[in-house]
């Protein structure tokens, strides 16, 4: 009988976005590359130790038939990560290049045992985006450039056309080339109120960095900022995290379940009864730059950091005791899925993700507005 599902699997799916490059043409089959970060029931990575991986791809949908498997038994590493190469390993089933990547949708299935053996426990299934495409255009041949073709003969050259200053006199104006020049330079304009900010992506201010801009239909500016450091940071293991809360099995509901306002979230986790700990309180419990305002940011906020994280890291890389959000890690939001499930962002590539318990432990940055 299989085991529960005691330990998770963190999939790096920017991993798989990367088999467009990764794709490796040699005698051996064709393979791509995949990574996983393996966590126990209470969010805690299990390093330097040898598990058993068995990878299935599967057709039409998550539940679709098999068309191919293999086993791995990898060892993790200091921060509990493997490293793949799907087709390369001891293969169960099928034939990974015989595989029509066009003809379907396809789907990773992860199962794993910790104890190095083969009493594999589901750990995830995905599906597989990038991965299908890079396959097919190596089959295809569609992507082998044709011999170049002859030059074409020269056409004859064109009359010469006025220039700017020449086109200036014929419209009635008259002077110098550089009464011309002086002409071009009007007065100053009016400060303007459309697209323009006071501020820019990526400045530091109000305590963190901003990494969003908008406006109201009015016109009023208003930005978003990151905190400047991780809230909970382990230096003996950058990927540990801390639990979204405390309470793990009960459901707060619409107050904590906006798309948006992660001010309304965050309120809703700490004030929920039993609340103690977690990620939200210690947004909270933040404080920077003067500003105890910041709070755990929602789905859709957290997207957003993820997205300007360049422009955000770029910054922290010259402030002194700063530090740079973790491309390796994935972190929290405020924004409650269900009963035991909350939303949460791979930085890896940026996929949303609620398939993890609250119990679980994620990275925490904190976000505040002006």
Request: charged residues 10%; proline residues 2%.
């Given at each position: 009988m299989k085991k529960t599902n005691k330990f998770l699997l963190s999939l790096s799916y920017t991993v798989l976005a990367f088999c467009l490059i990764s794709i490796i043409h040699a005698q051996s089959p064709t393979?791509?590359?995949?990574?996983?970060?393996i966590l126990d029931s209470a969010g805690t990575t299990i390093k330097n130790k040898t598990i058993g991986v068995r990878i299935s791809i599967l057709t039409g949908n998550?539940?679709?038939p098999e068309v191919y498997s293999e086993t791995h038994t990898p060892t993790t590493d200091a921060h509990g990560l493997i490293?793949?190469?799907?087709?390369?390993?001891?293969?169960?089933?099928?034939?990974?290049?015989a595989i029509n990547w066009s003809a379907n949708d396809y789907f990773i299935k992860t199962e794993t045992d910790t104890e190095g053996g083969n009493n594999y426990s589901l750990t995830g299934i995905s599906q597989l985006l990038s991965v299908p495409y890079?396959?097919?255009?190596?089959?295809?041949?569609?992507?082998?450039?044709?011999?170049?073709?002859?030059?074409?003969k020269k056409g004859e050259d064109g009359d010469d056309g006025q220039t700017a200053y020449q086109i200036w006199?014929?419209?009635?104006?008259?002077?110098?080339?550089a009464d011309f020049l002086k002409s071009l330079t009007g007065p100053p304009g009016n400060?303007?109120?459309?697209?323009?900010?006071?501020?820019?992506?990526g400045e530091e201010y109000g305590g963190g960095v901003i990494f969003h801009l908008w406006r109201d239909t009015d016109g009023t500016e208003h930005g978003?900022?990151?905190s400047k450091e991780e809230l909970y940071f382990n230096p003996q293991d950058p990927l540990e995290g801390i639990k979204w809360s405390n309470v793990i099995n009960t459901e707060i509901g619409a107050p904590a379940q906006s798309s948006w306002d992660g001010v309304?979230?965050?309120?809703?986790?700490?004030?929920?009864?039993?609340?103690?700990?977690?990620?939200?309180?210690l947004c909270l419990d933040y404080a920077s730059g003067g500003f105890s305002d910041w709070y755990l940011p929602s789905i859709t906020e957290l997207q957003l950091v993820w997205t300007n994280r360049f422009h955000v890291n770029k910054t922290l890389d010259n402030i002194t005791g700063a530090k740079r959000i973790s491309t390796n890690a994935t972190y929290w939001s405020s924004t409650e899925y269900n009963t035991t499930k909350a939303y949460y962002i791979f930085f890896f590539n940026g996929l949303q993700d609620y398939s993890q318990n609250k119990g679980t432990g994620f990275k925490v940055r904190a976000v505040r507005r002006y």
């Open positions: 393979r791509f590359n995949y990574q996983a970060v998550t539940t679709g490293s793949l190469e799907i087709g390369t390993g001891n293969v169960e089933n099928g034939n990974l290049t890079a396959l097919y255009a190596e089959k295809s041949g569609s992507n082998i450039q044709g011999p170049e073709g002859d030059a074409g006199l014929s419209a009635g104006n008259t002077g110098t080339e400060p303007g109120s459309g697209n323009s900010f006071s501020h820019e992506l978003l900022i990151v309304a979230n965050t309120n809703a986790i700490k004030n929920q009864a039993g609340n103690n700990s977690g990620a939200a309180n």
